[in-house]
């Protein structure tokens, strides 16, 4: 049997031993200097001058007096002088100048806690997992600078990959900021944590800003909504209402799509606007004018036709192929305002615009009408047997009289109504799309306006209907007049729809070029291409308006259009007509 314990080496005491309390003693001073070991220092290389019994010391390497040759030991002044005891590994002391613990690992002291390196997890009051492998739960987490500046870098792998900061409400999110799957950096936010939506995006190669989602904020709320302008679309505008009439962008903006900016034909301005091609759909500028529809407006377009090679003298017009140039009319809501939303029927010149002798509610299957004399007997068109109900308000709550978005065709039959009784018979009862939309029943009040519905066209060709320039490859200057407001319940080309607020112009190009050809008009093939240029609305207080007062366009306006003689030096005001003139 060994006299010294295993792992302490305590001295044993044997059974024949003299002496045995001096074994005893020299074993609880070991114990004494071992356990629950407490160091004052792990640093001091000499000894202290005048050690206290019982303190210890771990010898660092290189120590010097009483402690040289003892690296790495234990020192503990007992009675008569310094004794030293080797460490085993795993024995942890605690230093107390540095307060840390120190680790013996059966060659050098050392921390206690091993180096947080290549760690697989790491959570903080909170667990980590496999994708999130650091995690915090803490009112905050602080990181901040050891004497200057401070980084957090986040990195990917790819331009592909996503480098973000996530915001979330219940683990779902709200709002991210970085570079997800690219180099651009975008802001984004998230109402529901599924569609984002980005509000900022900062080009990587240029630094270009962008605000997909639009800015509001920048100007008064009582400027209204729309994009900022600067200087050149500004200066694009002039004095004409039309941007970018005259391609002073150096771009199409404003007009369709379907148009290709030219900067080489152009009749001396600083570009045009090609159309290539078979017919045209409706083609409208982007943006809407802003219009007083009791004035009168000069409209004004160049337009060159290209010339082929070829013999086109079967055909009255040769290549050259009918234009239609004009405006769409819309509401202060911006909706378009179509002919049936003004025009009413009229029997042998009879207006059928009257009142409501009755009530009238969703469901009814007759309507009772002050005077049914222009009311249609004779007509089966379906938008000649219907109802316009003139008591139509906008969003903001205005009453119109002469325009109305409550229509409805095909309700009656011409035999359904009694001229003598002033009483419509309807196919079925009044749909609930014609409801008053003030009343909780739907109910239109006696004396509420009702017409016998029409339609029409939805355009104003104010400017060209159908004309050709008079020769091919040169440039004609066309210009006519809308002005005043018609309420003749027809639909006058020349005066704005009840209603407008706004227009834009629009555009029939290359209307009888057709595959195949068209009566009187050749195939020209889907490149014969017409130039637009100088396109152009503004006020002309010189023309001026005169009011119809008898007929069936009782209620419109006969526009007079300046007139200047040269040789005179008079202005006289003529009847507004299509000026076509060669440059």
Not at 106 to 135: C, E, F, K, M
Not at 137 to 146: E, G, K, P, V, Y
Not at 288 to 312: F, H, K, M, S, T
Request: hydrophobic share 35%.
């Amino acid at each position: 049997m060994s006299d010294r314990s295993d792992n302490l080496s305590l001295p044993y005491i044997q059974p024949s031993q003299a002496q045995k309390h001096v074994t005893h003693n020299e074993a609880l001073r070991q114990l004494d200097a071992l356990v629950q070991l407490s160091v004052s220092s792990a640093s001091v290389t000499t000894p202290p001058a005048l050690p206290e019994p019982g303190q210890r010391y771990i010898v660092p390497a290189s120590a010097s007096g009483d402690w040289a040759g003892q690296d790495g030991a234990l020192a503990v002044f007992e009675e008569t002088g310094w004794a030293f005891y080797a460490p085993n590994p795993g024995w942890i002391a605690w230093v107390e100048d540095s307060a840390r613990q120190e680790v013996f690992d059966g060659s050098d002291w050392g921390p206690g806690i091993a180096a947080l390196q290549d760690l697989t997890h790491l959570g903080v009051n909170t667990s980590a997992d496999d994708t999130n492998r650091l995690a915090v739960a803490s009112q905050a987490t602080l990181l901040t600078h050891a004497g200057a500046g401070h980084q957090l870098k986040l990195n990917k792998a790819g331009a592909t990959d996503t480098a973000s900061l996530l915001f979330q409400t219940g683990w779902s999110g709200r709002a991210e900021m970085g570079t997800p799957g690219g180099d651009d950096f975008e802001i984004k936010v998230s109402g529901d944590g599924a569609a984002f939506n980005t509000a900022l995006r900062a080009e990587a190669a240029t630094g270009a800003v962008s605000f997909p989602s639009g800015v509001t904020g920048l100007v008064p709320d009582a400027f209204g909504g729309g994009d900022l302008a600067n200087t050149a679309y500004v200066a694009s505008r002039g004095l004409d209402l039309v941007t970018n009439g005259t391609g002073l962008l150096g771009n199409s903006y404003n007009f369709p799509t379907q148009f290709t900016f030219d900067p080489v034909v152009s009749p001396n301005l600083p570009g045009s606007f090609r159309y290539e091609g078979y017919v045209s759909p409706t083609l409208t500028t982007e943006e809407a004018l802003a219009v007083d529809p009791n004035r009168c407006y000069r409209i004004g377009c160049y337009l060159r036709q290209e010339g082929l090679a070829g013999d086109w003298s079967a055909h009255a017009n040769g290549e050259r192929h009918g234009q239609y140039i004009g405006v769409v009319c819309l509401d202060s809501d911006g909706l378009l305002i179509d002919a049936s939303h003004h025009k009413r029927y009229k029997a042998g010149g009879t207006d059928s615009l009257t009142t409501l002798a009755a009530p009238l509610t969703p469901g009814d299957t007759q309507i009772q009408l002050t005077d049914a004399s222009g009311w249609n007997d004779s007509s089966t068109a379906s938008h000649h047997r219907g109802v316009s109900i003139f008591a139509y308000r906008n969003s903001d709550g205005a009453l119109y009289a002469d325009y109305t978005r409550h229509v409805a065709f095909d309700l009656f039959d011409v035999t359904g109504v009694n001229k003598s009784t002033h009483v419509v018979t309807l196919t079925s009862g009044l749909p609930a799309s014609l409801g008053n939309p003030d009343d909780p029943s739907g109910t239109w009040p006696v004396g509420t306006p009702i017409a016998n519905s029409s339609s029409g066209g939805s355009y104003k060709y104010a400017l060209l209907g159908n004309r050709y320039v008079p020769e091919v490859n040169r440039w004609y200057l066309a210009q006519n007049y809308i002005g005043g407001i018609d309420r003749s319940g027809t639909n006058v080309t020349s005066n704005f729809a009840p209603g407008t607020a706004r227009i834009k112009l629009m555009w029939l190009a290359n209307y009888t070029n057709r595959s195949g050809g068209y009566p009187g008009h050749p195939d020209t093939g889907a490149s014969h291409a017409i130039w637009f240029a100088g396109v152009s609305v503004r006020p002309d207080d010189l023309c001026q308006a005169a009011p119809v007062t008898s007929g069936e366009l009782a209620g419109s306006w006969s526009l007079h259009a300046p007139q200047g003689n040269v040789s005179t030096g008079e202005i006289s005001l003529v009847p507004a007509a299509l000026s076509l003139a060669t440059l």
